[in-house]
Structures are given as structure tokens and as C-alpha cells.
């Protein structure tokens, strides 16, 4: 069993559709938790982190944490045709260094 | 976030051949830290580079096939040593934050394919 599971996709929405994306996971010794976004060609680019239960938003994403369901959730709203991209996440347990990366998932956002 | 240039960006290698991959950061970390991304896989962490000592290898990579070296607090090489065309993949970079620790930063990646 994969320490992270992610559904790999391809997602497909249309534009200004709420998007949601999740990761699941089997070690409660994860405290840390990371979305990030690769575009193609492209290094991971950080969008959200948090280390505790509930929710964090900043702008039109959502990042929400479920630590009793080891679930971890990233909602994007409105999405745009510019959000196509694949989302990472990554967990980190306590004084660690070592990201454990899901496998992403394709978002593809049409006009 | 700290800005992060890796060279080569892309390169085509002869199987047997060896490369070196350079990380050059805009500002001193203490962590850096070598990540592979086979085709269609996600992200498996290579090894820790602290500078001043020698790399953390992880379970399933090792140093005579991937030498690390991390002279200063802004700059490490990666080397891919005695290539094969299981080897070809991306390889990336990265930086801890120097405030928020637990925040990794990524570099754009060398796109590696051995013939």
C-alpha cells in the first residue's frame, strides 16, 4: 500500500467549474501537508501548506485537512483554462525532511 | 520563496556516459535536497545535501551511481554516473525554506533521456 494515494485523473472541467481534488493517506505521523502545482515542463510550484485540521483559503483555493479521516482536500474555485496543470500533494511527518509526493492529478480546465 | 536555476535544463545522454546536473540558489540554505520524477511517476527523494558533509542517501539510490557534492550554501551538483535508459527521467532540485523549514522549493528540472 502507497503511503499517499491520488487519484491520477486526467480531471476535465469546464471553465468556472468548482474543482476538488484529494489525497489520501495511511500514517498519522504526517503533520504537514502541501499542494502543489506542476505545469508541463515545468519544476512543483507551492500553493498551499498547513499542518492542522480544518481549512485555509487563499484566493481561489482551498486547502482542507481531515487528520481523524487521513484526507486532505484541495478546492479550487472558478477555474480557469490557466489552472490546467498536475497537483501534487505532499505530506511531511515531524522533524523530517522527506516530502512524500501522491502521484498527481491532470487538471485540464476548458474554455 | 527562494529562486532556483538548475542546469542543463534538458540533455540526451549514450548510456555509459555520466552527467552532472548544477543547483545554484539565489540566497544560502542549509538543506538542499535531490529529487527523480520517472515518466508519469511522482516525485521520489533522491538524497539530502547538507554542505559540509556528506549527502543522505536514500533506500534504493547510492552514491558511487549518483555522486552529490554541496560546496557552499547556494550550490550542489548532481551526477548521474555510468548511465542506462532506466535512468531517464527528470531530476529536480530543491531548498528548504530558512524560516518556514517544513517548505520545499523546486527548481524547474533537468529533463534527462539516455540511448
Known sequence: QKEVEQDP???SVPEGAIVSLNCTYSNSAFQYFMWYRQYSRKGPELLMYTYSSGNKEDGRFTAQVDK???YISLFIRDSQPSD????LCALLMDSSYKLIFGSGTRLLVRP | SAVISQKPSRDICQRGTSLTIQCQVDSQVTMMFWYRQQPGQSLTLIATA???SEATYESGFVIDKFPISRPNLTFS??????????????????VEDPVAKNIQYFGAGTRLSVL
Not at chain 2, 551538483?77 to 530543491?94: A, F, G, H, R, W
Open chain 1, 84 to 87: 490546467s496543470a498536475t497537483y
Open chain 2, 50 to 52: 547538507n554542505q559540509g
Open chain 2, 77 to 94: 551538483t548532481l551526477t548521474v554516473s555510468n548511465m542506462s535508459p532506466e535512468d531517464s527521467s527528470i531530476y529536480l532540485c530543491s
Open chain 1, 9 to 11: 485523473g486526467p480531471l
Open chain 1, 68 to 70: 481523524s479521516s487521513k
